[in-house]
């Protein structure tokens, strides 16, 4: 969800709206643009100058620290890319630069007029206590379909007689809205709601009326392929800890992506960008070197596709995901496109990952990638990846290298460190590729080749 939730200091959100008349719309537009996709004004050559320069600068930082850890400079044999010690590939551009999204939450909250059932994205500052809400017209990376949904949602919104969920301690109901669509034109909703203190006749009234709302009112224009109902009292909820609810259509969406048909559950993570995601994957594999004496090993693996792409090249794939709903589509992927060789594992990966390399202690050669969230990776997987031998190459898929990330990164290259656990030899960085995923805005994805 790179970009959709920055904010912008009231003060300058104030003065902008003083400039162009008081909460003009039209005048909003730009101002969401340039929060949301800040370079939305350069053309798309330029754009990737920009993060270019920006991923060059992340790994010139990272590998002087690495230097500095080790005392030496850690020059490998591959040549030199620009006073780098690893080789840094070109930027791999998106093959779509407008619309790509597949996936977009909605926010609801008060607009530009003062309405409290405006639904878009966020300007403004909770910390000053006022945040305007915006629609996402005019947006470059949201596909029209995802606001024409959004916006029957906010038409729904105002016809009901129940106030949304503004801030859960003072009350209201109906909160944000997800958007998933697939390369085929199918659409998904997802519609949070707070349940407060309504009994299941109540809650059940209310799903019966935003049904038919999609169904047979003026949000079939939207021609939903399935609507999901969640009841949540938290920020983020889970399947596990709240279910959602299909209130009409297929329970699922599915995508074409490297051969393959995948199957994506309502919560399952999946990369926005579906056709750069087949640029990303592909770099992946190529990266990886796997053999038919590899086990490929897929940490953070999402709905499994990096792995199942290159079952046909390796002995065997271990998948490790957090989500239950994601694991369960992997298996499905792997059993409809006749994959037999995959096992994936539900849970935390510092819990399963050294049990599961343990059981594999046979001598054979295993290559492990590692997608995580923005959070970064346990300090324990790490800690397993580092100390279990048989591990020779590591792929480190980033989207945003800061943070826990880099410490990841750090703890991989660094000399032996008893007193973390860090025993085995250390990784070094060998080959780093940017792919863009996320057009008009300065993210994008970094694959970072580690070999020992």
């Given at each position: 969800?790179?970009?959709?939730?920055?904010?912008?200091?009231?003060?300058?959100?104030?003065?902008?709206?003083?400039?162009?008349?008081?909460f003009?719309?039209p005048?909003?537009?730009?101002?969401?643009?340039?929060?949301?996709?800040?370079?939305?004004?350069?053309?798309?050559?330029?754009?990737?100058?920009?993060?270019?320069?920006?991923?060059?600068?992340?790994?010139?930082?990272?590998?002087?620290?690495?230097q500095?850890?080790?005392?030496?400079?850690?020059?490998?044999?591959?040549?030199?890319?620009?006073?780098?010690?690893?080789?840094?590939?070109?930027?791999?551009?998106?093959?779509?630069?407008?619309?790509?999204?597949?996936?977009?939450?909605?926010?609801?909250?008060?607009?530009?007029?003062?309405n409290?059932?405006?639904?878009?994205?966020?300007?403004?500052?909770?910390?000053?206590?006022?945040?305007?809400?915006?629609q996402?017209?005019?947006?470059?990376?949201?596909?029209?379909k995802?606001?024409?949904?959004a916006?029957?949602?906010?038409v729904?919104?105002?016809?009901?007689?129940?106030?949304?969920?503004?801030?859960?301690?003072?009350?209201?109901?109906?909160?944000?809205?997800?958007?998933?669509?697939?390369s085929q034109?199918?659409?998904?909703?997802?519609?949070?709601?707070?349940?407060q203190?309504?009994?299941?006749?109540?809650?059940?009234?209310?799903?019966?009326?935003?049904?038919?709302?999609?169904?047979?009112?003026?949000?079939?224009?939207?021609?939903?392929?399935?609507?999901?109902?969640?009841?949540?009292?938290?920020?983020r909820?889970?399947?596990?800890?709240?279910p959602?609810?299909?209130?009409?259509?297929e329970?699922?969406?599915f995508?074409?992506?490297?051969?393959?048909?995948i199957?994506?559950?309502?919560?399952?993570?999946?990369?926005?960008?579906?056709?750069?995601?087949?640029?990303?994957?592909?770099?992946?594999?190529?990266?990886?070197?796997?053999?038919?004496?590899?086990?490929?090993?897929?940490?953070?693996?999402?709905?499994?596709?990096?792995?199942?792409?290159?079952?046909?090249?390796?002995?065997?794939?271990?998948?490790?995901?957090?989500?239950?709903?994601?694991?369960?589509?992997?298996?499905?992927?792997?059993?409809?496109?006749?994959?037999?060789?995959?096992?994936?594992?539900?849970?935390?990966?510092?819990?399963?990952?050294?049990?599961?390399?343990?059981?594999?202690?046979?001598?054979?050669?295993?290559?492990?990638?590692?997608?995580?969230a923005?959070?970064?990776?346990?300090?324990?997987?790490?800690?397993?990846?580092?100390?279990?031998?048989?591990?020779?190459?590591?792929?480190?898929?980033?989207?945003?290298?800061?943070?826990?990330?880099?410490?990841?990164?750090?703890?991989?290259?660094?000399?032996?460190?008893?007193?973390?656990?860090?025993?085995?030899?250390?990784?070094?960085?060998?080959?780093?590729v940017?792919?863009?995923?996320?057009?008009?805005?300065?993210?994008?994805?970094?694959?970072?080749?580690f070999?020992?």
């Amino acid at each position: 969800m790179a970009g959709l939730k920055r904010r912008v200091p009231l003060h300058s959100l104030r003065y902008f709206i003083s400039m162009v008349g008081l909460f003009s719309k039209p005048g909003l537009l730009p101002w969401l643009a340039d929060v949301v996709t800040p370079l939305w004004r350069l053309s798309y050559e330029e754009q990737l100058k920009v993060k270019f320069a920006a991923q060059k600068k992340i790994l010139q930082r990272l590998e002087s620290y690495i230097q500095m850890l080790n005392g030496v400079s850690v020059t490998t044999a591959v040549p030199k890319s620009e006073r780098l010690s690893c080789l840094l590939h070109p930027i791999i551009p998106s093959p779509v630069i407008n619309g790509y999204r597949n996936k977009s939450t909605f926010s609801v909250n008060r607009g530009p007029d003062g309405n409290p059932k405006t639904v878009g994205f966020y300007l403004g500052t909770w910390r000053d206590g006022n945040v305007v809400c915006v629609q996402s017209n005019h947006l470059k990376n949201i596909p029209e379909k995802h606001s024409q949904v959004a916006q029957y949602y906010e038409v729904f919104l105002r016809q009901s007689p129940l106030e949304p969920c503004l801030v859960f301690h003072e009350g209201g109901y109906w909160r944000e809205l997800t958007v998933r669509t697939n390369s085929q034109g199918h659409t998904m909703a997802i519609i949070t709601f707070h349940p407060q203190k309504l009994s299941q006749e109540e809650l059940h009234v209310q799903k019966e009326i935003v049904k038919e709302f999609f169904i047979r009112g003026p949000g079939a224009a939207c021609g939903l392929t399935s609507l999901y109902f969640q009841e949540s009292t938290m920020t983020r909820c889970s399947h596990q800890q709240s279910p959602y609810q299909l209130l009409f259509g297929e329970p699922y969406i599915f995508e074409e992506l490297l051969s393959l048909k995948i199957r994506i559950s309502p919560d399952a993570f999946f990369q926005i960008n579906t056709a750069g995601a087949e640029m990303l994957y592909r770099t992946v594999g190529e990266l990886t070197g796997v053999n038919s004496d590899t086990i490929l090993l897929d940490i953070c693996c999402g709905t499994g596709v990096i792995g199942l792409s290159l079952a046909q090249h390796t002995s065997r794939v271990l998948g490790i995901e957090l989500l239950e709903q994601a694991v369960e589509d992997a298996r499905w992927t792997a059993a409809f496109n006749g994959i037999t060789n995959s096992e994936f594992h539900t849970g935390q990966a510092e819990k399963i990952l050294p049990g599961l390399l343990k059981s594999k202690e046979d001598g054979q050669s295993i290559v492990a990638v590692v997608n995580p969230a923005r959070a970064g990776l346990h300090y324990k997987v790490i800690q397993a990846i580092r100390n279990f031998r048989a591990i020779h190459t590591l792929v480190f898929v980033s989207c945003k290298l800061h943070g826990e990330s880099t410490r990841n990164v750090i703890e991989l290259c660094c000399p032996p460190d008893p007193a973390k656990k860090l025993l085995g030899e250390p990784f070094v960085l060998q080959q780093a590729v940017p792919v863009d995923l996320f057009p008009h805005t300065p993210h994008c994805e970094l694959v970072l080749l580690f070999t020992r």
